[in-house]
């Protein structure tokens, strides 16, 4: 994927900074998103019928939000969330009511599971993140079943929204973090992502096919479901 040539992200780095974040995230993620990233996300969940039963997995699950989501749309599914950073994940168990929810510390591009074990995998705001992303692609592909779905959720199109909203989330992050470098690192890593039609190739690329893509915002955030 072109964005690891210019841009390379340590994964130990980026791990740290998630952990030194992680107490303000949600808090910052509903200002800067001025309160639309929970609706997007609902929307994106409930775009892939989701059944009891059918085991799902959100990698790079962060402070569970997607997680809880699923539950809330469908309190039967077998829920798992996995990410590397522990503080976010501190968060998730937090806000895990009744352990409904599984969650594990461990890395995308290495899925501590089987092949073709999950019906649904999600991912949202995580890829711009990983050093390997074909890697972690690769990964969620291998551990998908046959016919299962893999939904992913993240900036989309470059355009005049988009550059909006890369001025102001420094502001507000200055305003209430103190951490300013990794809200620049949010703006750069969202600037070199692949818009969706390159992303919707470079999954192509590693076998999966387009099922439906919906973009929220004027194509600011873009989720592309794909299935194998
Ligand atoms: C921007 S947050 C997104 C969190 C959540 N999915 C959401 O939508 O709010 C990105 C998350 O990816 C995790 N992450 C980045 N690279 C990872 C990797 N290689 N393996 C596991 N988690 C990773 C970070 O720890 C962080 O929690």
């Known amino acids: 994927m072109t964005q690891e040539k210019i841009f390379n992200k340590n994964?130990?780095?980026?791990?740290?900074?998630f952990n030194l974040i992680a107490d303000k995230y949600d808090f910052l993620n509903n200002a800067i998103s001025l309160g639309t990233q929970k609706r997007i996300k609902y929307q994106s969940i409930k775009n892939l019928g989701i059944k009891p039963c059918d085991r799902v997995i959100d990698i790079c699950c962060g402070t569970g939000d997607l997680t809880r989501i699923i539950k809330q749309i469908e309190p039967d599914a077998d829920v798992t969330g996995i990410d590397f950073s522990e503080k976010m994940l501190e968060i998730a168990f937090r806000k895990n009511e009744n352990n409904r929810i599984e969650y594990l510390q461990g890395d995308a591009t290495s899925l501590?599971?089987?092949d073709n074990t999950f019906d649904f995998a999600v991912m949202g705001f995580g890829l711009r993140n990983i050093q390997n992303a074909e890697k972690a692609v690769e990964e969620i592909y291998r551990i998908l079943k046959p016919g299962g779905c893999f939904m992913h959720l993240d900036f989309g199109k470059h355009n005049f929204l988009s550059k909006i909203?890369?001025?102001t989330t420094p502001i507000l992050s200055r305003i209430f973090t103190k951490n300013y470098s990794a809200y620049s690192y949010l703006i750069k890593s969202k600037q070199i992502f692949p818009e969706p039609e390159d992303l919707i190739k470079d999954f192509e690329s590693k076998g999966f096919k387009?099922?439906?893509?919906?973009?929220f915002l004027s194509g600011v955030i873009s989720?592309?479901?794909?299935y194998k």
């Not at 994964?11 to 900074?17: A, E, G, Y």
Request: no cysteine; hydrophobic share 30%.
């Open 165 to 167: 909203f890369d001025i």
């Open 223 to 226: 989720s592309q479901i794909l």
């Open 11 to 17: 994964p130990k780095s980026v791990q740290t900074m």
């Open 210 to 215: 387009l099922k439906k893509r919906e973009d």
């Open 112 to 114: 501590p599971y089987p």
